[in-house]
């Protein structure tokens, strides 16, 4: 396959107050969707779409995905089932990388590990997942954060302004590194 016919999608989760988190802890998600990336971090390709939001856990909210408690952890799955969303509505037969920095998203996302917490987020995502293969082949792969890799980094600030309930930074505007 040629890079048109690959997308990277870069995933991430953020939530200042990580240790103690409750149904009332701020997160956020974010994700970027690239065509013709390299994967290698230096910035190539384009940004297709990009989208982020607060993590709700609130069960009477049309938004609730099943997010239990505000977290790293859950902005980095919301940030996959949004991305999967994404994905049904736009794309078709594709491959599709998910890029994140969070082995435990990617590994409950793809259905490798099974999860012990915010089991309807985790059962959501996987379910998208099953439902993306059926048109595209699909794989995650791991990005080590806070390291420069530019689609890495703008995940990361899409995440970090929605828990912030900050606008986002456009692209032309935003350099890697800045929350």
């Known amino acids: 396959m ?3 016919d690959l997308l990277h999608i870069y995933v991430d989760g953020s939530c200042i ?6 149904n009332h802890t701020k997160a ?16 190539r390709g384009e940004v297709v779409h990009e989208s982020n939001g607060e993590v709700i856990t609130n069960h009477q909210s049309p938004d609730f995905i099943g997010a239990e408690v505000g977290s790293n952890n859950t902005g ?11 994905v049904l509505s736009n794309v078709e037969k594709m491959e599709i990388v998910i890029c994140s920095d ?5 590994n ?16 959501l995502t996987q379910n998208l997942w099953k439902e993306v ?3 595209n082949k699909l794989s995650w792969k791991h990005v080590r954060a806070h390291r420069g890799h530019r689609w890495n980094e703008r995940a990361d600030h899409l ?12 692209l032309q505007f935003w350099k890697p590194g800045l929350r």
Do not use: Q
């Not at 107050?17 to 409750?22: A, G, L, P």
């Not at 998600?29 to 994967?39: A, E, L, P, S, Y």
């Open 133 to 135: 293969t059926f048109s």
């Open 17 to 22: 107050e990580n240790r103690n988190v409750t």
């Open 28 to 43: 956020g998600w974010g994700f970027c969707v690239i065509k013709g990336d390299t994967g290698l971090g230096r910035g």
């Open 108 to 123: 409950i996302a793809s259905g490798k590990w099974k999860a012990k917490a915010n089991i309807r987020l985790a059962k």
């Open 102 to 106: 969070s082995t435990y998203a990617g």
């Open 159 to 170: 995440a970090f302004r929605a828990m912030k309930n900050e606008s986002v930074l456009p």
């Open 2 to 4: 040629n890079d048109f």
């Open 76 to 86: 980095e799955l919301s940030a996959i089932a949004h991305s999967l969303r994404w």
